[in-house]
């Protein structure tokens, strides 16, 4: 992976319920976008419920489709990358993101290990410091 | 006890850009590292000026960010001067035009980069330091008879062609005397040099890089780091964008993660700031400060 696996953050307990919830419902969105608009009364339940931050979630789950879209148009190993430390932000751990809709990059490039260890002035598409960010 | 202050530099230098009929622009994800590189440095490491040319006055004035530089702005420098540089294959001149034209000792640093803690500590015993060092990829450093040079162009016998290439995203340089002749070099190697290279970056990166630790070589001056290894998870001092604007540029969803993380980091020390408060207000709405921490997701 592109990235320290450490920048991942770490995902707030949540129940199996929920994730399970919010698998199909992020599932749905990236299928038909529209339908997302509809799950957001169930989900503002579950939230409740769970002591979850409702609005914080919806926008993150906004920013999670957005790069879904960008992601499907490019195929950019970075974005992917950064699919899935978004992913973490909307609750979803590497085994609920590995079942949504989503085809990884044809090349997730053993060799981008190598950036870890020196660099030149090449475009490397990642960033000095990342890690400082959480990314 | 007080720290010494340390008189840094950004250049914002439009030529590469307007000299091919484009209108100079940032997004929201360079401009918001810009901002957070000024304000960083003059939170924890001293006062920065701006130097740029007429167009990229007119992008500072439509974007309010006359704040950002407490050591002023310069347009003489890069605006008044007739060198014989052509932008699209020397792009970052600008930058050693501003290095010239800049009393040392001073910082000259880039505007993607954000120097995340005091330094003065790594600076204070330093003649030079760099961001870091540059392998010597033969693809990216052309060898001597590979390098497009000006007519009548020769390299001096004493040029260490085995010395690595010195990152210059940040240089920090306290003598006047190698300063003058690191600049008179790039420039000799610079002026009507025109021809593009086919890898797009081996002139620049030469007169830049290498030439800067090629020159510290024949001075017999040490280059210090601030990093040794720029992707080691050690570093816990710089961000630099570097290469990963490429990857902003082909997505604004990414752009907003950046921002979110980004701003999460540095709101706190950046909140008494006034121009940053009212910065992140106006161009980040859907983020909201309480007590000095950031929530994302304000408004829906």
Redesign the interface.
């Known amino acids: 992976m592109l990235v320290n696996q450490n920048s991942i953050p770490v995902i707030p307990k949540i129940s199996f319920t929920v994730q399970q919830f919010l698998v199909a419902i992020i599932a749905d969105g990236i299928k038909m976008p529209e339908n997302f608009e509809n799950s957001q009364q169930h989900l503002k339940a579950y939230c409740e419920n769970e002591s979850m931050n409702y609005i914080v979630l919806v926008s993150n789950l906004r920013l999670f489709f957005g790069l879904v879209a960008d992601y499907n148009q490019t195929k950019d190993n970075v974005l992917y990358h950064f699919l899935m430390l978004q992913a973490a932000n909307c609750l979803l751990d590497e085994q609920a993101f590995a079942l949504l809709p989503i085809v990884p990059p044809e090349e997730i490039c053993a060799h981008d290990f190598d950036l870890f260890s020196f660099s030149t002035s090449a475009n490397h598409y990642i960033i000095v410091g990342g890690h400082l960010i959480g990314l | 006890m007080q720290q010494t202050s340390y008189k840094a530099f950004h250049t914002l230098w439009t030529k590469p850009v307007t000299s091919s009929g484009n209108r100079f622009e940032m997004n929201d994800a360079e401009m918001l590292t810009m901002i957070v590189s000024a304000l960083m440095w003059r939170k924890y490491n001293g006062s920065i000026k701006l130097y740029t040319d007429k167009e990229g006055y007119d992008f500072v004035s439509k974007n309010n960010l006359f704040e950002l530089w407490d050591n002023g702005i310069d347009t003489d420098i890069l605006e008044n001067n007739c060198y014989p540089i052509e932008p699209q294959v020397f792009w970052a001149a600008g930058k050693l035009i501003a290095l010239e034209g800049c009393q040392t000792p001073c910082v000259m640093l880039d505007t993607d980069l954000?120097v995340?803690k005091p330094i003065a500590n790594l600076l204070e015993e330093s003649v030079i330091t760099v961001l870091h060092p540059?392998?010597l990829?033969p693809?990216?450093?052309l060898s001597p008879d590979l390098l497009k040079k000006p007519t009548g162009f020769t390299f001096p016998d004493y040029y260490n062609w085995g010395v690595l290439?010195a990152?210059t995203a940040f240089v920090y340089i306290r003598d006047e005397k190698f300063k003058r002749f690191y600049i008179e070099e790039s420039k000799r190697f610079m002026f009507r040099n025109n021809e593009m290279p086919a890898e797009m970056?081996s002139q620049m990166?030469f007169a830049e890089?290498r030439m800067l630790a090629m020159c510290a070589d024949h001075f017999g001056l040490p280059v210090n780091h601030l990093?040794i290894?720029?992707?080691?998870?050690s570093?816990?001092?710089?961000?630099?964008?570097?290469?990963?604007k490429?990857?902003l540029r082909?997505?604004?969803?990414?752009q907003?993660?950046?921002a979110?993380?980004?701003l999460?980091?540095v709101i706190g020390e950046l909140i008494n700031f006034p121009f940053f408060k009212r910065y992140v207000e106006t161009h980040y709405p859907?983020f909201l400060i309480t007590d000095n921490r950031l929530?994302?997701?304000?408004l829906?």
């Open positions: 954000i995340m540059e392998a990829e693809n990216v450093y290439p990152n970056v990166v890089q990093l290894e720029p992707f080691s998870l570093n816990e001092l710089v961000i630099h964008l570097w290469g990963f490429e990857s082909k997505s604004n969803n990414l907003t993660l950046f979110k993380q980004l999460a980091k859907d929530v994302y997701g304000k829906l």
